[in-house]
């Protein structure tokens, strides 16, 4: 186990009707103007949006919007919330939504104490050095962005898709009502739980220290989000589900499993970012496509690892029985596994291989993720 700093200053609220928490929370801080960002009008159609209003104006809370964010949110319109959130001097953003709000909302937050543009965080041109203060209601359980520092968002122009990683843009509060995910659909629960999946593979399988601590960590998430997942595609309103499945989407992503490891690389997103920037196809969904084409690559670098996995995971004894099975599965729960599937030819593999490269040389991996290598994963997809 390699040494480690773990320090993570969000706060959760968590359970029903925390949602009405919000007005208190932003008032203690001081804060008395917000911009606040959400995507569709589901929020007003379901009541989240009076009830969040709300809570606002008993504490005196005054707000400007941005609506419109979509999924796979884009720079154009970060662009616009920074406008807005300069115009008008918010002193916080407040994000009702899912992980493409609230990347948006931490991107904005970065963006609207900075003096040139945004984009120079994605790229590396600049780091973050403050950033506005961010809150969070969840209405979908996937990216883990409400307890982390990482935000993603595509440059619409350059058809790029890239992240940043900042302390500051840590949400001060995010609130976790599993209730307010009923709504999502069944296509989305799928494509979240497949992300979830994602975000606790990528370091369980390339770390060259693992230890079985943080692997039975990895593997209790894995079976929490499969079990909870058939569960919830049969029965939507059973609470404990959905409730367990929440709070297994945030642990994947906020530094616990990854403590005492070494370093690693985030491969499967890093191609499938360049999936959802030129098809915008969901990220979930790209990643179904990505990770059994991925791991049928890599599976010979690290064998033991690959071989516990489908032992632990799936009571099967070869890597590549495991593998075979996590496929499978992504399938039973209607997750597309090829790009076929996606509606995206092999004529387009070079051009993808192309875009991830550029990927690949920013996060200095390009050396063992050349384009032939990005291109032959791609082949197996």
């Given at each position: 186990?390699?040494?480690?700093?773990?320090?993570?200053?969000?706060?959760?609220?968590?359970?029903?009707?925390?949602?009405?928490?919000?007005?208190?929370?932003?008032?203690?801080?001081?804060?008395?103007?917000?911009?606040?960002?959400?995507?569709?009008?589901?929020?007003?159609?379901?009541?989240?949006?009076?009830?969040?209003?709300?809570?606002?104006?008993?504490?005196?809370?005054?707000?400007?919007?941005?609506?419109?964010?979509?999924?796979?949110?884009?720079?154009?319109?970060?662009?616009?919330?920074?406008?807005?959130?300069?115009?008008?001097?918010?002193?916080?953003?407040?994000?009702?939504?899912?992980?493409?709000?609230?990347?948006?909302?931490?991107?904005?937050?970065?963006?609207?104490?900075?003096?040139?543009?945004?984009?120079?965080?994605?790229?590396?041109?600049?780091?973050?050095?403050?950033?506005?203060?961010?809150?969070?209601?969840?209405?979908?359980?996937?990216?883990?962005s409400e307890m982390n520092g990482f935000?993603?968002?595509?440059?619409?122009?350059?058809?790029?898709?890239?992240?940043?990683?900042?302390?500051?843009?840590?949400?001060r509060l995010s609130i976790l009502n599993?209730?307010?995910?009923?709504?999502?659909?069944?296509?989305?629960?799928?494509?979240?739980?497949?992300?979830?999946?994602?975000?606790?593979?990528?370091?369980?399988?390339?770390?060259?220290?693992?230890?079985?601590?943080?692997?039975?960590?990895?593997?209790?998430?894995?079976?929490?989000?499969?079990?909870?997942?058939?569960?919830?595609?049969?029965?939507?309103?059973?609470?404990?589900?959905?409730?367990?499945?929440?709070?297994?989407?945030?642990?994947?992503?906020?530094?616990?499993?990854?403590?005492?490891?070494?370093?690693?690389?985030?491969?499967?997103?890093?191609?499938?970012?360049?999936?959802?920037?030129?098809?915008?196809?969901?990220?979930?969904?790209?990643?179904?496509?990505?990770?059994?084409?991925?791991?049928?690559?890599?599976?010979?670098?690290?064998?033991?690892?690959?071989?516990?996995?489908?032992?632990?995971?799936?009571?099967?004894?070869?890597?590549?029985?495991?593998?075979?099975?996590?496929?499978?599965?992504?399938?039973?729960?209607?997750?597309?596994?090829?790009?076929?599937?996606?509606?995206?030819?092999?004529?387009?593999?070079?051009?993808?291989?192309?875009?991830?490269?550029?990927?690949?040389?920013?996060?200095?991996?390009?050396?063992?993720?050349?384009?032939?290598?990005?291109?032959?994963?791609?082949?197996?997809?």
């Amino acid at each position: 186990m390699v040494d480690f700093m773990y320090h993570n200053p969000t706060k959760i609220e968590f359970g029903k009707g925390k949602e009405k928490l919000i007005g208190s929370a932003i008032v203690e801080d001081n804060i008395t103007k917000v911009l606040l960002c959400y995507g569709s009008e589901r929020i007003k159609s379901d009541g989240l949006y009076e009830k969040v209003i709300t809570s606002l104006k008993e504490k005196g809370i005054t707000w400007v919007e941005l609506s419109g964010i979509i999924s796979n949110p884009i720079l154009s319109k970060v662009h616009e919330g920074i406008a807005i959130a300069k115009a008008e001097k918010v002193e916080a953003v407040l994000a009702i939504g899912g992980g493409s709000v609230l990347d948006s909302a931490k991107s904005i937050a970065a963006g609207a104490l900075y003096h040139s543009d945004v984009w120079d965080f994605f790229i590396g041109k600049s780091v973050i050095e403050k950033a506005l203060p961010v809150y969070a209601i969840m209405t979908l359980a996937a990216t883990g962005s409400e307890m982390n520092g990482f935000a993603v968002v595509t440059n619409d122009t350059l058809q790029q898709k890239y992240n940043i990683a900042s302390i500051h843009v840590y949400p001060r509060l995010s609130i976790l009502n599993p209730e307010l995910t009923k709504s999502v659909p069944k296509n989305y629960l799928a494509y979240s739980a497949v992300d979830i999946i994602a975000h606790v593979i990528e370091g369980y399988l390339t770390a060259s220290i693992q230890p079985h601590f943080q692997s039975r960590m990895v593997e209790g998430i894995i079976q929490t989000v499969m079990e909870t997942t058939e569960i919830l595609l049969q029965n939507p309103d059973d609470y404990n589900a959905r409730a367990e499945f929440t709070w297994a989407a945030t642990q994947a992503l906020n530094g616990s499993t990854t403590a005492g490891t070494n370093p690693t690389l985030f491969p499967n997103h890093m191609i499938e970012h360049s999936l959802s920037a030129l098809f915008n196809i969901a990220h979930g969904a790209g990643l179904a496509i990505v990770i059994p084409a991925w791991m049928t690559w890599y599976h010979t670098q690290n064998p033991a690892q690959f071989k516990r996995f489908a032992q632990k995971i799936f009571g099967e004894n070869s890597a590549e029985e495991g593998i075979v099975a996590l496929k499978s599965w992504f399938a039973k729960i209607g997750a597309p596994v090829s790009l076929k599937e996606a509606g995206i030819s092999t004529d387009s593999i070079p051009n993808i291989a192309a875009n991830v490269f550029l990927a690949a040389q920013r996060q200095g991996a390009s050396k063992v993720y050349t384009q032939e290598v990005i291109e032959t994963i791609l082949h197996n997809a």
